[in-house]
């Protein structure tokens, strides 16, 4: 918040950073149209849409938890052989 401000609604500020967090999501198609910010802006939808977008978050989340418990990184693939082999003295 800005120090500035003598006073404000924390629920038009929560409403604010909601709506915000909403348009930046990684995925486009995730992201509201202008026309639905408006309307999330003045409250219409924006509880549906948060649970929609929390749920759509936790999936993923536990997604890619999944994904990484899948593979044992082999630390040698890691490395850059090319790198190394130039690294060495001539």
Known sequence: MDRNL?????????????VALLCTQAYPEDRPSMSEVVKLLQGVG???????????????????SLMTHQFVWNVESTLDQEAIQLSQPR
Not at 6 to 18: A, F, G, R, W
């Open 6 to 18: 003598k006073s404000y609604d924390p629920k038009e500020v929560e409403t604010i950073l909601q």
């Open 46 to 64: 924006l509880a549906d849409r948060w649970a929609d977008w929390q749920q759509l978050e936790e999936a993923r989340n536990q997604e890619f």
